[in-house]
């Protein structure tokens, strides 16, 4: 399958920092990539979609203004979690669609953070 | 009604046991639908993908039914690296659009 990476991998930061994390496709471009967020024994919850050149589309009560999501080439989308609250604390996973394929997706191997 | 819905388990079943997973859908202009497998503190990994026909790989094997609305995944001869929540995912429009997971249902399987 394509190949999706994320960075950091885990990351622990103080209430009130940000975090930015980096989702990356590896040997292909992706126009758009996903962003979900899944807490402990929960399915995946779809934060927002992120269009490379354009403004990522949030979910319902998904914050925009403290989820920043930056999509600025065909293989980088980046999500910053502003002024971070232990609330905050999730797996956060990206996903990318390859063009021209099946439906399917592909997921990066997921960002764990911890609030403190 | 939930977009996507699957029975969350806990499936306990002893190793070469046949276990089948169900998963419907409300949106009936749905297009395509997988099965993923997330293993504990991991990213959810492609399946397969289900078919109107039926897909087999192995072990595994899916199936659609449009008229009533949901998917099936069946694993024969269970194996204890089986172990891991299988979720469904839907896609309603085209692959840019994002796929609509259920809450995934947990398989354990036991020697």
């Known amino acids: 399958g394509a190949v999706v990476s994320q960075h950091p991998s885990w990351v622990i930061c103080k209430s009130g920092t940000s975090v930015k994390i980096e989702c990356r496709s590896l040997?292909?471009?992706?126009?758009?990539m996903f962003w979900y967020r899944q807490f402990p024994k929960q399915s995946l919850m779809l934060m927002a979609t992120?269009?490379?050149?354009?403004?990522?589309?949030?979910e319902q009560g998904v914050e925009k203004d403290k989820f920043l999501i930056n999509h600025a080439s065909l293989t980088l989308s980046t999500l910053t979690v502003t002024s971070a609250h232990p609330e905050d604390s999730s797996f956060y996973i990206c996903s990318a669609h390859i063009p021209g394929s099946a439906y399917e997706q592909y997921f990066g191997p997921g960002t764990r953070l911890t609030v403190t | 009604r939930k977009e996507v819905e699957q029975d969350p388990g806990p499936f306990n079943v002893p190793e070469g046991a046949t276990v089948a997973f169900n998963c419907t859908y409300s949106?009936?202009?749905?297009?395509?639908f997988f099965w993923y497998r997330q293993d504990c503190r991991k990213e959810p990994k492609l399946l397969m993908s289900?078919?109107?026909s039926g897909n087999e790989d192995g072990r595994f094997t899916a199936q659609l039914n449009r008229a009533s609305q949901y998917i099936s995944l069946l694993i024969r001869d269970s194996k204890l690296s089986d172990s891991a929540t299988y979720l469904c995912a839907v896609n309603s429009f085209s692959g840019n659009t994002p796929l609509v997971f259920g809450k995934g249902t947990r398989l354990s399987v036991i020697a």
């Open positions: 289900v078919y109107s």
């Open positions: 949106n009936s202009a749905s297009q395509s």
């Open positions: 992120s269009n490379e050149g354009s403004k990522a589309t949030y």
């Open positions: 040997d292909f471009q992706a126009t758009t």
